[in-house]
T-cell receptor
Framework: DAGVIQSPRHEVTEMGQEVTLRCKPI?????LFWYRQTMMRGLELLIY????????DSGMPEDRFSAKMPNASFSTLKIQPSEPRDSAVYFC??????????????FGNGTRLTVT | QKEVEQNSGPLSVPEGAIASLNCTYSDRGSQSFFWYRQYSGKSPELIMS????GDKEDGRFTAQLNKASQYVSLLIRDSQPSDSATYLCAVNKDGNKLVFGAGTILRVKS
């Protein structure tokens, strides 16, 4: 089991550039979540998918953010255009059954995004 | 009012002592409660879950839930330096969302 795989691990970009974060969930998991973590706001849920369908995107901060899940093994989070306040660690997590004792959220290693 | 509130700490305890971490939540409809541990620069990992009022024990860890008081706690017995980390309380909201507290930094001194 390779776990949740995120890429890149680190991303440094200039304000105004497009940023794409990638995630491969654990095989067989049908829930996928995107979280953002900052010192000021902690761990925030941005969006989650069930069976590749977006269920709740109310945490997406604004229209500059978009997420897709074209198939069960791949998801992207895109920021266009990026701003310095988007600097954070972005985590992808997956679960077979949402947040239960038998199948907790499994987090990827995160992508540390720095927008200058 | 934040949905999930934790004291940011740091909470410092000597090795071998009991560490007590606390969390309150605002949504009375919440049914599932979790404690995650996050080491610096790493991703969160689940250490305990609790769904019913009372205590749940797993090794050195005990989770306590009081839904009437909207309060969740985590006790770590015989604390070890390796327990030094940030502990995140997470609560389900609206059935399918998992909302995290800001976390409590625990430092176990040898």
């Amino acid at each position: 089991d390779a776990g949740v795989i995120q890429s890149p691990r680190h991303e440094v970009t200039e304000m105004g550039q497009e940023v794409t974060l990638r995630c491969k969930p654990i095989s067989g998991h049908d829930y996928l979540f995107w979280y953002r973590q900052t010192m000021m706001r902690g761990l925030e849920l941005l969006i989650y998918f069930n069976n590749n369908v977006p269920i709740d995107d109310s945490g997406m901060p604004e229209d500059r953010f978009s997420a897709k899940m074209p198939n069960a093994s791949f998801s992207t989070l895109k920021i266009q255009p990026s701003e310095p306040r988007d600097s954070a660690v972005y985590f992808c997590a997956s679960s077979a059954t949402y947040g239960t004792d038998n199948s907790p959220l499994h987090f990827g290693n995160g992508t540390r995004l720095t927008v200058t | 009012q934040k949905e999930v509130e934790q004291n940011s700490g740091p909470l410092s305890v000597p090795e071998g002592a009991i560490a007590s971490l606390n969390c309150t939540y605002s949504d009375r409809g919440s049914q599932s409660f979790f404690w995650y541990r996050q080491y610096s620069g790493k991703s969160p990992e689940l250490i305990m879950s609790i769904y019913s009022n009372g205590d749940k024990e797993d090794g050195r860890f005990t989770a306590q839930l009081n839904k009437a008081s909207q309060y969740v706690s985590l006790l770590i017995r015989d604390s070890q330096p390796s327990d030094s980390a940030t502990y995140l309380c997470a609560v389900n909201k609206d059935g399918n969302k998992l909302v995290f507290g800001a976390g409590t930094i625990l430092r176990v001194k040898s």
